[in-house]
């Protein structure tokens, strides 16, 4: 069993940053897939950056290619999600996730986080 807990949203401005982080109970950590999805009001969830199992591809969504970034620190079993130039289009709750392999699909990672809201204002 693996416990997942979000941090680090908040209120921003567009064109303004944000660091997310995910910290992982257990020991098992780097032998998991992390991903961050999220979830906009009426829309469904939806993928936003992955990363291996040790680390080394990372993967993200057009959406945000250029500016986000994924990275995974295994000594501190947190997953961290580096957002910049946001855009009000990027307001949702995002989720960490955890699985056997880096997947676009909600429905192939095996534990969540409860999720943390990012609004961003225009």
């Known amino acids: 069993q693996v416990q997942l807990v979000e941090s680090g949203g908040g209120l921003v401005q567009a064109g303004g940053s944000l660091r997310l982080s995910c910290a992982t109970s257990?020991?098992?950590?780097?032998?998991?897939?992390m991903g961050w999805f999220r979830q906009a009001p009426g829309k469904e969830r939806e993928f936003v950056a992955g990363?291996?199992?040790?680390?080394?591809?990372?993967y993200y969504a057009d959406s945000v290619k250029g500016r986000f970034t994924i990275s995974r620190d295994n000594a501190k079993n947190t997953v961290y999600l580096e957002m910049n130039s946001l855009k009000p289009e990027d307001t949702a709750v995002y989720y960490c996730?955890?699985?056997?392999?880096?997947?676009?699909?909600?429905?192939?990672?095996?534990?969540w986080g409860h999720g943390t809201l990012v609004t961003v204002s225009s």
């Open positions: 990363v291996r199992r040790f680390g080394g591809s990372a």
């Open positions: 996730a955890a699985g056997g392999r880096v997947s676009y699909l909600a429905d192939d990672m095996d534990y």
């Open positions: 257990g020991r098992t950590f780097s032998s998991y897939a």
